[in-house]
T-cell receptor
């Protein structure tokens, strides 16, 4: 299994530009999570989907952030317009609900975003 | 008070030593407690998880939960240079609820 795939791995952009991060979860997993990691705030959950439906987006910082999951094998996180404070590593993770067991989340390698 | 507190380190210990990593938390409703390991420029990976209080052992790793003190620990025996990473504690209220992470402790094992 290829694991969770994220693209791009690195993104450098200028303030005000639109940024789109992509994620392909592990095949068969029905939950997908977007996280942001910074030194100051650690790893924060932005949004998660179950069966392609957004369940909790309370971690999305503001309206500049949006996420979609059009099908079970693809999700995007979009920032428009981007700001320097959005610079962080963005992780996508996926898991499969298995009754009676903790849903292990498998993380992708992350996208390192720098907004100048 | 933050929900989960974790000393960021770095913590440097010689190879072969016993390592103790700790977290405290504020919400007594947490039921599942986890430790993730994150190598540099990689995503976190689940090391161990424990339900409620008690100990759990897996090879050189032991996870310990003390719900009365709201304190969790990860012990690494016979530490190896390959254990050098950031260790994040994490917890959740229910099995399929969102996970709250600590900021992580950077660990360096010196050869």
């Amino acid at each position: 299994d290829a694991g969770v795939i994220q693209s791009p791995r690195h993104e450098v952009t200028e303030m005000g530009q639109e940024v789109t991060l992509r994620c392909k979860p592990i095949s068969g997993h029905n939950s997908l999570f977007w996280y942001r990691q910074t030194m100051m705030r650690g790893l924060e959950l932005l949004i998660y989907f179950n069966n392609n439906v957004p369940i909790d987006d309370s971690g999305m910082p503001e309206d500049r952030f949006s996420a979609k999951m059009p099908n079970a094998s693809f999700s995007t996180l979009k920032i428009q317009p981007s700001e320097p404070r959005d610079s962080a590593v963005y992780f996508c993770a996926s898991s499969s609900a298995d009754r009676g067991r903790l849903d292990t989340q498998y993380f992708g390698p992350g996208t390192r975003l720098t907004v100048l | 008070q933050k929900e989960v507190e974790q000393d960021p380190g770095p913590l440097s210990v010689p190879e072969g030593a016993i390592v103790s990593l700790n977290c405290t938390y504020s919400n007594s409703a947490f039921q599942y407690f986890m430790w993730y390991r994150q190598y540099s420029r990689k995503g976190p990976e689940l090391l161990m998880y424990t339900y409620s209080s008690g100990n759990k052992e897996d090879g050189r790793f032991t996870a310990q939960v003390d719900k009365s003190s709201k304190y969790i620990s990860l012990f690494i025996r016979d530490s190896q240079p390959s254990d050098s990473a950031t260790y994040l504690c994490a917890m959740t209220y229910y099995r399929d609820d969102k996970i709250i992470f600590g900021k992580g402790t950077r660990l360096h094992i010196l050869p």
